[in-house]
């Protein structure tokens, strides 16, 4: 009679998260490390950046009577508001700050544009030059496979600051409590107070400019047809008008703010802001310890 023995072997069961991380734990070490060398290589190249702002608040108008002067004012500006609604100074103010028009004020100011355009400027030779780039005629050459246009280089002007404008100065504005706060961060802290207070003051110029030339043009108008106005409910009207337009060419030629006026000073803060020492090792240093952990997780066992 023959016996067939069957004799079952267990495979091994497959080990636990744990104790593969137990027996490759070199590899979340060794990501851990490699994050933390990561992160300080880019902290010691990165560029530190400081932060300005200032907040302001809108400048109060006694008296009613102020909605027609400033709606036309609106339309000048380009600003679209509701409909049946007025634009008010302080909101031409803050849609201003990063307009065409200022940045063409700004870009007067010689020491203002090197400071922002710093690696344009050749200080030696005194005049713009091409940054230099390792990466330049990678970018030229997809444009040209793809058929696009490669742009001829310029030195900045008003178009090329509206740009930086745009990316580095930031609108913050709560119309609940009426206050705005503008704010931009540069790696000199007195070029970021520099830059902040040459748009307050030339957007609030701006502003009162506008007003004030509009508000001299409907004087002249009115002065010149009240005497013409026989019916004495039209000169009523065409009176009280000229008197609103006599308050506006008032309040734009008075020396204080004219649409915003400013809460306290422009202020930088004490220490940079970007990059963060703590946050960067903290963020590199858990992602390589993640890498590692998966790595040793996903790492075959062997027998």
Same mark, same amino acid.
């Given at each position: 009679?023959?016996?067939?023995?069957?004799?079952?072997?267990?495979?091994? $069961? $497959?080990?636990?998260?744990?104790?593969?991380?137990?027996?490759?734990?070199?590899?979340?070490?060794?990501?851990?490390?490699?994050?933390?060398?990561?992160?300080?290589?880019?902290? /010691?190249?990165?560029?530190?950046?400081?932060?300005?702002?200032?907040?302001?608040?809108?400048?109060?108008?006694?008296? #009613?009577?102020?909605?027609?002067?400033?709606? %036309?004012?609106?339309?000048?500006?380009?600003?679209?508001?509701?409909?049946?609604?007025?634009?008010?100074?302080?909101?031409?103010? +803050? /849609?201003?700050? !990063?307009?065409?028009?200022?940045?063409? @004020?700004?870009?007067?100011?010689?020491?203002?544009?090197?400071?922002?355009?710093? %690696?344009?400027?050749?200080?030696?030779? !005194?005049?713009?030059?091409? *940054? #230099?780039? !390792?990466?330049?005629?990678? !970018?030229?050459?997809?444009?040209?496979?793809?058929?696009?246009? &490669?742009?001829?280089?310029?030195? *900045?002007?008003? $178009?090329?600051?509206?740009?930086?404008?745009?990316?580095?100065?930031?609108? %913050?504005?709560?119309?609940? /409590?009426?206050?705005?706060? &503008?704010?931009?961060?540069?790696?000199?802290?007195?070029?970021?107070?520099?830059?902040?207070?040459? +748009?307050?003051?030339?957007?609030?110029?701006?502003?009162?400019?506008?007003? @004030?030339?509009?508000?001299?043009?409907?004087?002249?108008?009115?002065?010149?047809?009240? *005497?013409?106005?026989?019916?004495?409910?039209?000169?009523?009207?065409?009176?009280?008008?000229?008197?609103?337009?006599?308050?506006?060419?008032?309040?734009?030629?008075?020396?204080?703010?004219?649409?915003?006026?400013?809460?306290?000073?422009?202020?930088? =803060?004490?220490?940079?802001?970007? *990059?963060?020492?703590? +946050?960067?090792?903290?963020?590199?240093?858990?992602?390589?310890? +993640? =890498?590692?952990?998966?790595?040793?997780?996903?790492?075959?066992?062997?027998?």
């Amino acid at each position: 009679m023959n016996i067939v023995e069957v004799i079952e072997i267990e495979t091994p $069961a $497959a080990p636990s998260l744990a104790m593969r991380l137990r027996r490759n734990w070199m590899w979340p070490a060794g990501g851990l490390v490699a994050g933390g060398v990561a992160a300080l290589l880019y902290l /010691n190249f990165a560029t530190y950046e400081y932060a300005a702002s200032y907040r302001v608040t809108p400048v109060r108008s006694d008296g #009613p009577g102020l909605s027609s002067s400033l709606s %036309s004012l609106a339309a000048v500006a380009g600003v679209s508001v509701g409909r049946g609604d007025a634009a008010k100074p302080f909101t031409l103010y +803050l /849609n201003l700050l !990063k307009s065409r028009d200022v940045a063409a @004020l700004l870009a007067r100011d010689r020491s203002l544009m090197r400071s922002a355009f710093n %690696s344009s400027w050749d200080e030696r030779a !005194k005049q713009w030059r091409q *940054p #230099p780039s !390792k990466t330049r005629w990678l !970018k030229n050459l997809v444009r040209g496979l793809a058929g696009a246009p &490669i742009p001829a280089w310029t030195p *900045p002007d008003a $178009a090329r600051l509206q740009l930086y404008l745009q990316d580095h100065v930031s609108v %913050s504005d709560d119309q609940r /409590n009426a206050i705005a706060t &503008i704010s931009t961060t540069n790696e000199d802290p007195k070029f970021a107070i520099k830059l902040l207070d040459a +748009l307050d003051r030339q957007s609030d110029k701006l502003v009162r400019d506008r007003a @004030l030339a509009r508000a001299e043009a409907a004087i002249a108008y009115l002065k010149a047809t009240l *005497p013409t106005v026989t019916l004495a409910e039209h000169r009523l009207a065409l009176a009280d008008s000229l008197g609103e337009q006599e308050r506006v060419r008032m309040m734009s030629m008075a020396s204080s703010s004219f649409a915003a006026e400013q809460l306290g000073a422009i202020v930088a =803060s004490p220490e940079p802001v970007t *990059p963060n020492p703590f +946050l960067t090792i903290a963020a590199l240093g858990g992602l390589g310890l +993640l =890498s590692g952990a998966l790595v040793a997780i996903n790492r075959k066992v062997r027998r």
